[in-house]
């Protein structure tokens, strides 16, 4: 069955820090995509960066990059020098067999 | 700004009563997707529909419908409204059936639907 977990409901992480978002997934399929997008308290849903699973290198998109473990199936979103408006929630998600499959979500917070 | 337009963005209403939620996708983006989320369920994949075909079918519940017409805008219909349906409905596009790079999902605002 295909699932993303996500094991940390809160995050806290001093401003300029970097912090890491967790996600595990899980699927047999060999082609697949992982995705994070991000939910500010305005609601909307951001995406921020993408990593294939034929990728060999971890993708990275300004301060956010992915750590892409394939033999671990993880996809961990980590940001770097945090602002106060990276507060929000971020959601982790995986594309395969034609359908988006999504955690639960971080709600990170960063504390001035 | 995505370029994923919802309306209503918010919406309050009745127990038992229908509403209906639309969706213009970015243009040029044929598939259309729908989800629900809810505080104690996360982000719930409902429908998805690419140029005017259903594609593929979530946890949608009988008393929900969707079409995408041929403008490929997409509107989900929710009948015999109950408390529990109380949540925020997302439209999301992509310009194919999505997947791969370039392939993410535009989100649109939400629709806030709250049921009295």
């Known amino acids: 069955a295909q699932k993303i977990t996500q094991t940390q409901p809160g995050m806290f992480v001093q401003e300029k820090e970097a912090v890491t978002l967790d996600c595990t997934y899980d699927?047999?399929?060999?082609?697949?995509?992982l995705f994070w997008y991000k939910q500010p308290s305005s609601g909307e849903m951001i995406f921020l960066i993408y990593q294939g699973s034929y990728d060999e290198q971890n993708a990275t998109e300004g301060r956010y990059s992915l750590n892409f473990q394939k033999a671990r199936k993880s996809a961990n979103l980590v940001i770097s020098a945090s602002q106060l408006g990276d507060s929000a929630m971020y959601f982790c998600a995986m594309h395969t067999g034609n359908q988006f499959y999504f955690g639960t979500g971080t709600s990170l917070t960063v504390i001035p | 700004d995505s370029g994923v337009t919802q309306t209503p963005k918010h919406l309050i209403t009745a127990t038992g009563q229908r509403v209906t939620l639309r969706c213009s996708p970015r243009?040029?983006?044929?598939?259309v997707y729908w989800y629900q989320q809810s505080l104690d369920q996360g982000l719930q994949f409902l429908i998805q529909?690419?140029?005017?075909?259903?594609?593929a079918k979530g946890n949608i519940l009988e008393r929900f419908s969707a079409q995408q017409f041929p403008d490929l805008h997409s509107e989900l219909n929710l009948s015999s409204l109950e408390l529990g349906d109380s949540a925020l409905y997302f439209c999301?596009?992509?310009?194919?059936?999505?997947?791969?790079?370039?392939?993410?999902?535009?989100f649109g605002e939400g629709s806030r639907l709250t049921v009295l």
């Open positions: 243009s040029g983006d044929l598939s």
């Open positions: 699927t047999s399929d060999q082609s697949y995509g």
């Open positions: 529909y690419y140029n005017g075909e259903e594609r």
């Open positions: 999301a596009s992509s310009p194919r059936l999505a997947g791969g790079p370039g392939g993410e999902l535009f």
